[in-house]
């Protein structure tokens, strides 16, 4: 799940902006958002998002003097703002995009996508630079008969039941653990796993054969298809095929 910011000192156009963002839910909550850029700084370090959507035009302090003043920073930047003028100035701050407001539904999705591409490269960079021992091939799974450790690549999907993922391996055993499918996905994800729609984690080493339709299909080697939602269509795609 991408950890998304909205900072814009408009309090119509922030909530308009989370509003459209609703549309991509399944891979993006917006956990905070500041109207008042001074707030924003103090707070923004702690909260360490994955990306900032951020006005340019702001009463006491723009967008672009709000990332001087932050100094060092990992997450990414879309600028959101009502002025074409300062494209140039958003590609030299490294700006991941740029949206002119009214934000357009299909140039949100585009800059979406792009994000998620992008977080995806920097987790996985992340994980093959700390991985060390096959420690970290495994996930621990905590159930009501104890803990079991189970190698990330035995794991074929995840779905959800409720408040509980299920977990199948590929010697057909099943593990139920009370947690939900957003508790894993940031640990499955730096692999080859991805969410193909609200309710499930597929590992895309298990795909036999992707068929298409609205969102698709996938056809996994455990004999289950798995429904694979519209608006991860592209990224599925992308991670199959490599392109």
Do not use: W
């Amino acid at each position: 799940m991408i950890r998304a910011i909205i900072i814009d000192d408009e309090v119509k156009g922030s909530t308009l902006l989370h509003h459209k963002l609703k549309d991509f839910a399944e891979d993006l909550i917006v956990e905070h958002i500041f109207n008042d850029p001074l707030i924003a700084l103090r707070e923004i370090t702690a909260l360490q998002p994955d990306v900032v959507f951020l006005d340019v035009e702001m009463p006491v302090m723009n967008g672009f003097q709000l990332l001087e003043n932050i100094g060092q920073f990992e997450f990414e930047v879309i600028f959101v703002t009502a002025y074409q003028v300062y494209t140039l100035e958003a590609l030299r701050a490294n700006a991941l995009d740029f949206l002119l407001k009214p934000v357009d539904p299909e140039e949100l999705s585009c800059a979406v996508h792009k994000l998620k591409i992008k977080i995806l490269t920097k987790r996985k960079l992340a994980a093959t630079t700390t991985r060390s021992g096959t420690n970290h091939m495994k996930i621990s799974l905590p159930t009501i008969e104890g803990i079991y450790f189970v190698k990330k690549s035995d794991i074929i999907k995840v779905e959800a039941m409720s408040n509980y993922s299920v977990f199948y391996q590929v010697n057909g055993t099943k593990i139920i653990v009370s947690k939900t499918l957003k508790e894993y996905e940031p640990l499955l994800e730096m692999d080859s796993f991805i969410r193909v729609n609200r309710s499930v984690i597929v590992n895309l080493d298990y795909v036999l054969r992707y068929r298409k339709g609205d969102g698709g299909t996938l056809e996994l080697e455990d004999g289950s298809e798995i429904e694979v939602s519209s608006s991860k269509r592209s990224l599925v795609i992308e991670r199959l095929t490599g392109h």
